[in-house]
């Protein structure tokens, strides 16, 4: 095996790591060092970061198993260069794939990507396209993006953009947020997800994890994912919230099981 059990107590080591995307903005990241070929590649949320707990969390259990991981900030979020993009889930894939491409070129794989929120759906847009990873890990995707869109704009929200050129979505304290154009919709529904997922390859590897509590992206969105994905596996945490507040460790424990028996799969395949 290329990758160390937890019994053997694996020293890592954490370094900054900076990877220019295809349009030359630097994409910063963390890489948690095994020292293991296999590289798991975390992926943040809207408007979060490489620093959100959940991926933290993420990455203390994948490196106990020995396996080296890689968190990173998408163009425009935490220390990556980039204006934003809002609605351009394309472009933000194609992060995604500088990473890849980035450790190949250094003689490691990307065995998995994860990715939550947002992330998720990107990591799967990036699996449809490219078809190059084997684990694949969606926490709590979106799949119905323009239902998403209708909750965080409200009713009659295509009319508003219409006759105003834009919605502004607000804090609690009224400051604008973020700034939805036309043209960022238009970006938005563009992205078709069932189609997206039928392209996903059969031999990819699929976990699906959501939280029984997720108000934001709820278990339909799971139906709809399990629907198109053909190799999937559906795993529902009883109680848990978007961000899995008091779920952090079953989680991790589910990931991680996933993830270490792709890997055992893959090296068997290689015998």
């Known amino acids: 095996m290329s990758y160390s059990h937890s019994a053997q107590n694996p020293v890592i080591e954490q370094r900054r790591v900076i990877i220019p995307n295809k349009h030359g903005e630097k994409l910063v990241g963390l890489l ?162 069932r189609e997206a997922c039928r392209k996903i390859s059969k031999d990819c590897r699929v976990l699906m994890v959501y939280g029984s509590a997720d108000k934001m992206n709820p278990l339909e969105d799971a139906l709809g994912f399990a629907k198109n994905i053909r190799n999937h596996q559906l795993q529902i945490i009883e109680g848990a919230d978007h961000v899995y507040s008091s779920h952090q460790t079953e989680l991790a424990s589910i990931v991680v099981k996933f993830i270490m028996a792709g890997l055992k799969q893959d090296e068997i395949a290689r015998l």
Not at 80 to 109: C, K, M, P, W
Not at 130 to 136: E, H, R
Not at 137 to 156: E, K, T
Not at 173 to 192: F, H, S
């Open 32 to 193: 948690h060092e095994a020292k293991s070929k296999e590289i798991v590649v975390l992926c943040h949320g809207f408007k979060s970061s490489k620093d959100d707990n959940l991926l933290v969390n993420l990455a203390a259990a994948l490196e106990k198993e020995g396996i080296s991981v890689f968190r990173f900030d998408f163009s425009a979020h935490g220390e990556s260069e980039g204006s934003s993009r809002l609605g351009d889930f394309y472009r933000e894939a194609d992060d995604i794939r500088a990473v890849v491409q980035h450790f190949s070129g250094e003689n490691r794989t990307v065995s998995a990507i994860l990715g939550h929120s947002k992330g998720a759906s990107l990591v799967l847009l990036y699996a449809s396209k490219y078809q190059d990873i084997g684990i694949v890990v969606n926490v709590s995707g979106r799949y119905d993006l323009l239902r998403g869109i209708a909750v965080g704009l409200g009713a009659n929200f295509m009319e508003k953009i219409k006759e105003d050129g834009y919605i502004d979505i607000k804090d609690k304290k009224g400051r604008v947020q973020v700034r939805v154009t036309e043209e960022v919709l238009m970006n938005i529904l563009r992205v078709d997800m």
